[in-house]
């Protein structure tokens, strides 16, 4: 009898074994199918590069895909839903010269939110629980290119009627992830620029920074052509330096705030995927959405380019209604 309860006891621990095994098993290989399905939306270039015309390497491979997988099989083991945060859609640029016709969204934030929302569903085809939140930043950043507060929360109005288009996908503004913790928008905007950079600033990056302001504010109605190549120089280091002051002040809040089970989403090419993950937000991903106008091209393909770009004698501008709202684009005639 005894023998028999130690030959049931140890079955019985061998079949537990095998279950667990088994589970652990799956678990992991829906993880890499989840990450294999992400992994076509990675950025593997600098699209801020790219964007001031820096075409460098677009093969760039990020680290951190064992910890990023591990996070997934975490996740999944326990059922918990994986929750993407990315801070996005901040206003459109003010270089209505070169970049964008309006201060609005129009069909090229359409497309970049339908085409975030298709990755999102191919994401729940191998695991239900998916989420995305969309976090706009833009009244943090916008006195530095000069665009009026009433014109970002015009932009964020807009989006927050187009983003109901696409149910897979969320939008929260930086004035409602303040409130609930009852920070006012004008303290936080004033601590952020008085924030002190833990480290120098790598020259690179602020030299990436510059090249990227720079093409934002050189057009004939903001004050910096007028200034001489010194002048230029100061403005563009003192804005750079207050952006990336800013910008990492509300990292900080973010990741202070941000649920458990939450992986943040980048905009920007991310070296290591362990810590944010730089997704692209169209599918050809040159050019950021609020930089640039939506054209349809003669085989009927949609891409988003700096409006300089379009040659109107053979692209018209129209509109298309979407929730009674006239979206701009341009179609070829």
């Known amino acids: 009898m005894l023998n028999f309860l130690k030959t049931f006891i140890f079955l019985t ?5 095998c279950v667990a095994s088994t589970l652990g098993t799956e678990n992991l290989s829906r993880a890499r199918l989840f990450y294999n399905t992400l992994k076509p939306h990675i950025l593997t270039f600098d699209i801020d590069a790219h964007a001031t015309g820096d075409l460098g390497r677009t093969d760039l491979s990020p680290t951190g895909t064992k910890q990023l997988l591990e996070s ?10 994986i929750h993407f945060l990315c801070l996005a859609f901040p206003f459109k640029s003010s270089n209505k010269e070169f970049f964008v016709d309006g201060s609005l969204p129009d069909m090229a934030e359409y497309h970049s939110l339908e085409y ?4 999102i569903k191919e994401l729940k085809d191998v695991y239900p629980k998916v989420s995305l939140t969309i976090m706009t930043d833009g009244l943090l950043f916008n006195d530095l290119f000069g665009i009026p507060d009433k014109d970002v929360i015009a932009f964020e109005s807009r989006l927050k009627t187009i983003i109901q288009e696409f149910p897979n996908l969320n939008l929260l503004t930086l004035s409602q992830a303040l409130q609930k913790d009852a920070i006012s928008l004008k303290n936080f905007k004033k601590a ?7 480290k120098p600033l790598p020259a690179s990056r602020l030299k990436l920074l510059k090249k990227r302001i720079r093409h934002e504010i050189n057009h004939k109605a903001h004050s910096f052509p007028n200034l001489s190549p010194e002048q230029q120089d100061i403005m563009l280091t003192d804005l750079a330096m207050q ?5 990492e002040y509300l990292k900080i809040f973010v990741q202070r705030s941000q649920r458990k089970q939450t992986l943040r989403l980048s905009i920007h090419y991310q070296s290591d995927l362990s810590k944010k993950i730089g997704l692209k937000i169209t599918p050809a991903s040159l050019i950021f959405p609020w930089n640039g106008v939506f054209v349809v091209s003669q085989n009927g393909q949609g891409q988003i380019i700096p409006k300089s770009q379009v040659d109107t004698k053979y692209y018209q501008k129209e509109t298309r209604t979407i929730r009674d709202l006239p979206l701009s684009f341009y179609r070829w005639r």
């Open 72 to 81: 997934l099989e975490d996740l999944i083991k326990t059922g918990e839903e």
């Open 192 to 198: 952020g620029a008085e924030y002190k950079l833990p």
């Open 13 to 17: 621990a061998l079949s537990s074994l």
């Open 243 to 247: 952006l990336i002051k800013r910008d």
């Open 116 to 119: 975030l929302q298709n990755v």
